[in-house]
């Protein structure tokens, strides 16, 4: 699966965000800050979204299996 990152340059530095990840955004001096910063905001989310799946399934018969998402 692959993600699109969008840098904006700004006068602090530059904004990012991932289109595909609502929440996932960040900012950063340099553009290499902003991509390293990106990347840390992206494990963020997909912990608290694990969290939140966690907190949802609790106590319920599931079947929990691992997902690949590809394009084809």
Sequence with gaps: MELTAIFEEVLEGYI???EEIP???TQGATLEEARENLSEAVEMVLEANRALAEESIRGR???KERFVASAQ
Excluded: D, L
Aim: without cysteine; proline residues 0%; charged residues 0%.
């Design 16 to 18: 990012a965000f991932v």
């Design 23 to 25: 929440g996932a955004h």
């Design 61 to 63: 018969q599931v079947v």
